[in-house]
């Protein structure tokens, strides 16, 4: 299966549109995890713990 955000695919038919799919997936944190992301929210910046878990729970769902 080929998962493409374009109508057009050149050398291939297209069986059916699907529409846009996103998923958001929240695996098991712990309690280090959310106090650093915790001073993240407090000092700002991103929480590079929780993107990576969130970049594979959508890899996941697609």
């Known amino acids: ?3 493409t955000t374009t109508d057009i ?3 291939a ?3 059916s549109y699907l529409g846009i799919v996103t998923a958001e997936v929240v695996y098991g944190t712990n309690a280090l995890r959310d106090f ?3 001073i993240r929210d407090i ?3 991103r929480t590079g713990s929780y ?3 969130f970049l594979k729970g959508q890899g ?3």
């Open 51 to 53: 993107e990576e878990v």
């Open 1 to 3: 299966m080929i998962v």
């Open 43 to 45: 000092i700002g910046g």
């Open 9 to 11: 695919i050149q050398g």
């Open 36 to 38: 650093f992301a915790g």
């Open 13 to 15: 038919e297209i069986q």
């Open 60 to 62: 996941h769902a697609l």
